[in-house]
Structure formats: C-alpha cells, structure tokens
C-alpha cells in the first residue's frame, strides 16, 4: 500500500549530488511530492528531505540506492509523524473576500494566518502549519472563490535527536 515517506539524506555540499539523488527516483518511476535541500548547523553538509507516496519496501530500496551515492553520509526514511514536520505556504487572496469578511485583521486571526502584503486587488498572507492545515485553509479560500494563487514550501523537518548524534559526529559550536 502506498503511503507517505521522508527520505532524509546527508551529503557533502557538492555539484551534482542532487541529480544523482533524483535519478534513483526517476528509475524506480516515483513521483516526487516535494524537495527541500538546506544547510545543515555543520559546515559542508547539506540535508535533502524528499516526499514521495510508495511503498515500505520500495522506500527501502530507494534509501539503500541513494546510500551508494560517494557524496552521501547517511539516508534515513521515515513516516511524517516520527519528525517534526511543517510547511510554509503563500496565499494570494482577493480582496473582495475582506470586503465579505470584516477586517483583515480579523480574518487572519480566524485562518491562523498572517499578512505579507495588502494592495488593492489581493492580500498575500502566509501559514505555517501541517500538510493537512494548508491543505484545509487552501480548499476554504477555493470553495469561496477568492483564491488568485497558492504556492507552499513542502515538508520543513526537524529531527528529535541532535544532528550530531544521527550522524555520529561531535558537533562543536562556532
């Protein structure tokens, strides 16, 4: 059954790992939901946090592909609810749903939400939370017409554990 998995990857901040990581997706046909690459708190490595709907043994072998790579340190797999998880998300809003709805402020209030910009056709305003909650505020706004445009970060992840511990290193402070 396919379900939700986070492959989270440590490499060395080099040119063309993120190729080489997306090719082992390509092969094995997998649509990939979403993709984040950052810096890490240690110096030179760089974490990739992809989501993908598969199966438990196919995340499996993807992890063990994407572990032969030279440039990885360590791959890990997880189901949302074992990191903390977020995501960002954009709403641009027609103005004419404040113009229905009372103040902008109010209202940003009640969808848990805050103002980026407010011109005369739209308000651009940003949510953070759960898939689920952007989801939730993103079919509202579309169900009551005023949806111009949606843009959204895909899963911003935290481990539990200190980074230094997952990777086994000493984790010094600058």
């Known amino acids: 059954m396919n379900k939700e998995y986070i492959i989270i990857?440590?490499?060395?901040?080099q040119v063309g790992v993120l190729n080489r990581i997306t090719i082992a997706y390509l092969r094995r046909k997998i649509n990939i939901?979403?993709?984040k690459v950052s810096e890490t708190s240690m110096k030179g490595i760089s974490m990739f946090v992809i989501s993908a709907f598969t199966t438990e043994q196919t995340v499996q072998k993807l992890a063990r592909a994407i572990n032969n790579i030279v440039e990885v340190i360590q791959v890990s797999y997880y189901?949302?609810?074992?990191?903390?998880?977020?995501?960002?998300a954009l709403y641009k809003i027609s103005s004419k749903?404040?113009?229905?709805?009372g103040r902008i402020d109010s209202v940003s209030r009640e969808l848990g939400a805050r103002m980026i910009e407010i011109s005369p056709g739209y308000v651009v305003m940003e949510?953070?939370?759960?898939?689920?909650?952007?989801?939730?505020?993103?079919?509202?706004l579309e169900r009551q017409g005023v949806l111009q445009e949606f843009t959204r970060s895909g899963s911003v992840v935290?481990?539990?554990?200190?980074?230094?511990?997952?990777?086994g290193f000493e984790q010094t402070k600058e």
């Open 9 to 13: 990857a440590f490499t060395e901040n």
């Open 33 to 35: 939901e979403s993709l």
């Open 79 to 88: 189901t949302p609810d074992e990191l903390i998880t977020q995501e960002i």
């Open 97 to 101: 749903f404040f113009d229905k709805g």
């Open 127 to 140: 949510k953070t939370g759960t898939r689920e909650e952007i989801e939730e505020l993103r079919n509202r």
């Open 158 to 167: 935290l481990h539990r554990d200190s980074l230094g511990d997952i990777l």
